[in-house]
């Protein structure tokens, strides 16, 4: 018989695998360790292939350029889509769930043999799927929305991730609860794994609305069962489509909380205000799916009004106290290091050369200013009739999803290779320029789009010239966003190849610490804790947040009167 | 300490800037959710969604009485048809084209029934960039009142397949 110790989660009982981490000082599950490493290198790759496919597509909708023929621009557009948005994000999502699961618990990994049947099922069901797409079995664009068909396999491919992902979901909330009853940790989750669990709740809600639209239309591919609903299958299919974006975000966040930590020494001004806007994103998030279906039949103005606004906007009021709170915690721990010289004193102080810090602030500015703004705005059941499916709605979630959730995503790798491949990384220099280039890149995108879409420019189309309705400044905007698209991709080739020439030559790390990045300094005027009841002491954030509360009431008010310019229509 | 345990007794209500920060954006929340019900009852823009179940060949056969009773032209083959001001109108949409070409009267209201005989599709009107969703089984009605006079593009704004950007219709307005 096996003894109590050897079952038990914690990882300083005997017979344990674990090694004590060099840098932090923390325990770290060997098995834990492993799958970060499968799902994150998995990610990478996707990652690639997905930045591939971004470039021919920009490359194509510049006009002056028009790269790919026709039905290579609808096949691309399908595999950039389902790589980028589905691939590279689950698995890199189910690396990040297994780490804050267990080294921030000091506990194990529940189960070594679950974590490689979900990595498995997730693996074989992407390559099936990316597979059926470059055979043209599937030109159906990542929402496939019914009468439109593909082949089954491309359906199946997508129902084994979703499979996968649920089962390492699963795995997480086991050894959250392995974890609790082993009492490996003593009192509430560390901040970072509550984020995670909030993520990993709305996945669950998230991949059930999967599996609800696409195993019947797995079957009817097959001719076994009757066509859906068109319409069914779009409010089914946006259940997952928009939620799975809102896993992005909370994953996102807790990602901010735990760079600004890693590379200021930030603490929560408020665990209570942190944690209830993580509860309210659980709460509300799930009836995004209204988004897309504004301007559909079938549904009320009533229902599309309540959905969209997430019940009065209170997932909305979720990321708009995050962007208070993080940004505070950073403050207030740069004022008590002594950078305390005016409002903006401490963010010239900030380690800006710190790629890891540099990614997480500028995903945290992109998210907001451009992304946040204007998601809501779009989102407004009205505004939507000048902007559903035109170039705006890429523009808002290349804002969201690529130079928030992605650039979070880069900068959290600059630290996870370090401490978890046990690499230093190569080429430093480049490292330090990378998020700046994504991120100034992915604005040149997210703005040409936007614009373009403004006057009119329909998104997932090939060709605009035969609508003889577009004018030279759609075409400069498009023109712009291949300009952003060259420099944004040129920048992930390089982060995906300095990962993998990291993990591959990276001088080893055994028994010493990372080689560090840059953390913010103390000054000798240092006192630390001496902010802790100091609640008006953020004065640089409370500045921030009220210019961007200005543009959000600017932007928001400038739709509306763009609506009222069109011909009146009910 | 955002990777560490929190403190004990974490459990507190807001403070100072943040817990102003919190009322401001609720307030600005409520502003938002209250803009949409009172521009549905004093804009002149909405999408409020009338539908009704209607088959493809049924849709078709109206659509083709419509264009039977009001025709009054045709442009490279596609008929003209002219409703009359404040009646239904009829508008397909298929792969890949959209029928028929219909001209209206600047300040009459017209209700437009739009459907597909095939696939989702995006009916997108411009250059004023007014767009709705255009699916099968669902005869989806705007109610529409054109203020500008002139020519304007219809296009596909709803993957259709690969003829999707030429599937370019018209409305004119005198």
Sequence with gaps: ?570 | MSLHVPEKNWFRAPEGAEKLWIGVALVWCFVMSLMMPYWHFRGKQNAKGETYAVSAEAFMERTQQFVADNRVGEIDGVPVVEPAPGSDAYLVARMWDWYPILKLREGETYRIHMSSTDLNHGFSLQPMNMNFQVLPGYDHVITMTPTTTGEFPIICNEFCGIGHDRMIGKIIVE
């Design chain 1, 1 to 570: 018989m096996s003894t109590v110790s050897t079952n038990s989660a914690a990882l300083d009982s005997p017979g344990a695998d674990s090694r004590t981490c060099g840098t932090t000082g923390l325990k770290v599950c060997l098995a834990a360790q492993r799958f970060i490493k499968l799902n994150a290198v998995a990610a990478l790759v996707f990652l690639l292939l997905g930045g591939i496919a971004a470039i021919l597509l920009a490359l194509t909708r510049w006009q002056a350029v028009h790269l790919l023929p026709v039905d290579w621009f609808y096949r691309i557009i399908t595999f950039h889509g389902l790589n980028m948005l589905i691939f590279w994000i689950l698995f890199f999502e189910v690396a990040v769930l297994y780490f804050a699961a267990t080294i921030p618990l000091k506990s194990r990994l529940f189960s070594r043999p679950v974590a490689w049947v979900s990595f498995g099922m997730m693996l074989v069901g992407a390559v099936m799927t990316n597979v059926v797409i470059l055979q043209g079995k599937a030109d159906v664009m990542m929402t496939s929305y019914l009468p439109l068909l593909a082949h089954p396999l491309f359906y199946l491919g997508i129902i084994l991730v979703a499979v996968g992902t649920l089962i390492a979901v699963f795995n997480f909330f086991a050894t959250l609860f392995i974890a609790k009853r082993d009492k490996t940790y003593e009192g509430s989750l560390p901040l970072v794994t509550y984020g995670a669990m909030a993520a990993a709740v709305i996945a669950v809600i998230t991949l059930l609305h999967g599996a609800i639209v696409m195993v019947p239309t797995f079957t009817y591919s097959l001719g076994w069962t009757p066509e859906p609903d068109p319409m069914w299958y779009r409010m089914i299919w946006w259940g997952l489509g928009h939620m799975s974006q809102q896993v992005n975000v909370a994953a996102m966040v807790a990602i901010w909380y735990l760079i600004g930590y890693l590379a200021v020494g930030a603490k929560p001004v408020n665990e209570t205000v942190c944690r209830g806007a993580f509860i309210l994103y659980i709460l509300f998030i799930n009836l995004a799916a209204a988004h897309h279906l504004l301007v559909d039949p079938g549904v009320s103005p009533a229902w599309k009004m309540w959905n969209t606004s997430y019940a009065m906007y209170l997932a909305v009021l979720a990321s708009m106290i995050h962007a208070f709170t993080v940004p505070a915690s950073v403050e207030i721990a740069m004022r008590e290091k002594g950078h305390s010289r005016g409002i903006f004193g401490w963010i010239t102080a900030l380690p800006w050369r710190n790629p890891g810090f540099s990614a997480a602030a500028l995903s945290l500015v992109i998210f907001g200013f451009v992304g946040g703004i204007t998601g809501v705005t779009l989102g407004t059941q009205q505004i939507n009739i000048i902007a559903h499916n035109t170039m705006r709605i890429p523009g808002h979630f290349h804002a969201t999803v690529v130079g928030g959730t992605t650039l979070a995503f880069m900068g959290l790798t600059y630290y996870v290779i370090p401490l978890i491949f046990q690499r230093d990384f190569i080429w430093r220099g480049m490292a330090r320029v990378q998020p700046w280039l994504f991120g100034g890149g992915i604005l040149l995108v997210s703005f040409g789009m936007s614009f373009a879409g403004s006057l009119g420019v329909s998104r997932r189309v090939h060709d605009i010239e035969y609508a003889g309705a577009y004018g030279p400044a759609a075409h400069l905007f498009l023109g712009l966003m291949g300009i952003g698209a060259i420099i944004a991709v040129f920048s992930l080739v390089a982060f995906v190849l300095m990962c993998v020439g990291t993990v591959l030559f990276g001088r080893k790390i055994e028994g010493r610490a990372m080689a560090d990045w840059g953390v913010a300094e103390s000054t000798v005027e240092a006192k630390p804790g001496s902010l802790a009841h100091a609640h008006w002491a953020m004065k640089g954030t409370m500045a921030l947040t009220s210019v961007f509360l200005l543009c959000f009431a600017v932007y928001y008010f400038a739709n509306w009167k763009a609506l009222a310019d069109v011909w009146p229509v009910q």
